[in-house]
């Protein structure tokens, strides 16, 4: 290290890059950089730390006690094997406990929720329900005990207010009736701010999801715009058109699609699969003929109850690489179909860039 800094370096970086230490043995070894390297002072300590053992966070959070003052992470603890340290965690443990730390990192904790919503979106990785902060059930408390505490003083069972990571508490009261501008500004209020083009797609898919629900949460909302801006980006591939699905028992499931091809043109297909999922997806490949295996398909639900938009996860595998899928519908087997598209889309983009590269 005091070579390196010698040569000119302005931080260094100590990781734990497998995940084996322990936050008393990793405050130590950083105190012992401090103690015995003569031109630590003139640098930024930086920390690097995975969760092989479920200790990235405690780890980084002991480092920065014994005085890094750069962590390294990411939201939701992406990362190689088990992850890196989840920065949401860490902020979130500085900020909450700076009588403890005495350290501040301005960030913008408001954003930690939608930030962490956005990476799930993009990277296909959904957040555990009991995730630290971010996760559905973070903030909810329905023992009797606790609920009761709860109302008397927030801050028996509550240590930070739910609003100070963003999340959304409110239920959007609209309906058939409700305006465009009454849904504008309530998606300005959870901080959306969309193209013409982009509300116009998400208020048309509002208005057909309040004719299935009853109740519409911000939750229903953010799952929303996040398919329409898929579906706004895959303009120039395939689009889902149509899915209608036969099975039951007894009986072979059947499937037929209906998807609008880059050129415009409608093109359908029909198969018969192992189960209905099995169908669909062999009905589309029959337009879109890309080889590819299936390696991934999970579904939850957006919200609880029978009525909840099923969000659907999937991955495939063409010539050594994987894309990832996402679709979001009342109907899991028209999520199920979006999510296909969306992998296939972003399969063609990817051979579209590489035959790019290849012409210059």
């Not at 009797?144 to 109302?151: F, K, M, P, R, V």
């Not at 018969?272 to 991934?296: F, H, M, T």
Request: hydrophobic fraction near 40%.
């Amino acid at each position: 290290l005091e070579q390196v800094i010698q040569a000119g370096a302005t931080t260094v970086n100590i990781p734990d890059t497998v995940g084996y230490a322990v936050p008393e043995q990793f405050e130590a070894l950083i105190r012992g950089v401090f103690a015995n390297v003569p031109s630590i002072g003139k640098v930024r300590v930086s920390v690097h730390c995975h969760n092989d053992l479920g200790l990235a966070t405690a780890n980084t959070l002991a480092a920065v006690r014994a005085g890094a003052r750069q962590v390294e992470g990411c939201i939701n603890g992406l990362g190689e094997r088990a992850g890196n340290a989840s920065l949401e965690e860490v902020v979130m443990g500085l900020t909450v406990r700076k009588d403890y730390f005495g350290v501040t990192t301005g960030i913008n904790t408001n954003q930690l929720y939608r930030t962490s919503r956005l990476v799930s979106d993009l990277t296909g990785m959904p957040v555990q329900p009991n995730k630290a902060i971010v996760g559905a059930n973070a903030f909810r408390h329905e023992s009797g005990i606790h609920q009761d505490a709860l109302l008397k003083h927030r801050q028996t069972f509550e240590i930070m207010d739910p609003h100070d990571v963003g999340v959304p508490a409110s239920v959007l009261h609209l309906g058939k009736t409700s305006g465009r501008a009454g849904f504008r500004a309530h998606l300005k209020e959870m901080g959306y701010d969309l193209s013409e083009e982009d509300f116009t797609r998400t208020w048309n898919a509002f208005k057909d999801l309040v004719n299935k629900k009853k109740t519409v949460s911000d939750r229903d909302v953010e799952a929303l715009i996040a398919e329409e801006m898929r579906v706004g980006a895959e303009q120039s591939f395939y689009q889902l058109e149509q899915v209608q699905v036969m099975c039951g028992e007894p009986g072979v499931p059947t499937a037929s699609v209906r998807l609008r091809g880059p050129d415009g043109q409608i093109q359908s297909a029909s198969a018969i699969g192992d189960g209905p999922v099995d169908a669909v997806y062999k009905a589309i490949s029959r337009i879109v003929a890309v080889p590819n295996q299936l390696a991934e398909f999970s579904v939850k639900s957006i919200t609880e109850s029978t009525e909840a938009m099923g969000d659907v996860t999937i991955r495939i595998q063409s010539e050594g690489f994987t894309f990832t899928g996402r679709g979001v519908s009342t109907d899991i087997l028209v999520a199920s179909a979006r999510a296909y598209v969306n992998a296939l889309n972003r399969l063609l983009a990817a051979q579209g860039r590489a035959a790019a590269e290849v012409v210059r």
